[in-house]
């Protein structure tokens, strides 16, 4: 297992994952976010709102949603699955030689 961090707006979170899945991280990331802007998708992270023109969409969610894509989907069949190191971190610069997603 590997660390990667998950960088969010104003925190930042240590994942671990298999080694063979950390190697291709942002390939992962890309296919995430295929999933989860598509609306044949099913999730629950599109949430509605309402503005002047009527009924809206936009997607909410955090790095549990991706964490649970990489178990459920990626990772159905593996014993290894990606767990929380520990969430909403300041990095420091031993974090700097880790993998890094931006969300």
């Given at each position: 297992m590997k660390q990667v961090i998950l960088k969010w707006t104003y925190y930042s979170d240590i994942i671990n994952v298999p080694n063979d899945i950390v190697e291709d991280i942002h390939e992962y990331q890309m296919k995430f976010d295929k999933w989860l802007s598509d609306k044949?998708?099913?999730?629950?992270y599109w949430v509605t709102f309402q503005n002047e023109e009527g009924a809206s969409f936009?997607?909410?969610?955090?790095?549990?949603?991706?964490?649970t894509w990489l178990?459920?989907?990626?990772?159905?069949d593996s014993d290894e699955k990606v767990t929380f190191e520990v969430k909403d971190i300041q990095?420091?610069?031993e974090h700097k030689t880790l993998p890094l997603l931006y969300f």
């Amino acid at each position: 297992m590997k660390q990667v961090i998950l960088k969010w707006t104003y925190y930042s979170d240590i994942i671990n994952v298999p080694n063979d899945i950390v190697e291709d991280i942002h390939e992962y990331q890309m296919k995430f976010d295929k999933w989860l802007s598509d609306k044949g998708s099913k999730h629950n992270y599109w949430v509605t709102f309402q503005n002047e023109e009527g009924a809206s969409f936009a997607l909410e969610f955090d790095s549990e949603a991706f964490v649970t894509w990489l178990n459920d989907y990626i990772l159905s069949d593996s014993d290894e699955k990606v767990t929380f190191e520990v969430k909403d971190i300041q990095l420091s610069d031993e974090h700097k030689t880790l993998p890094l997603l931006y969300f």
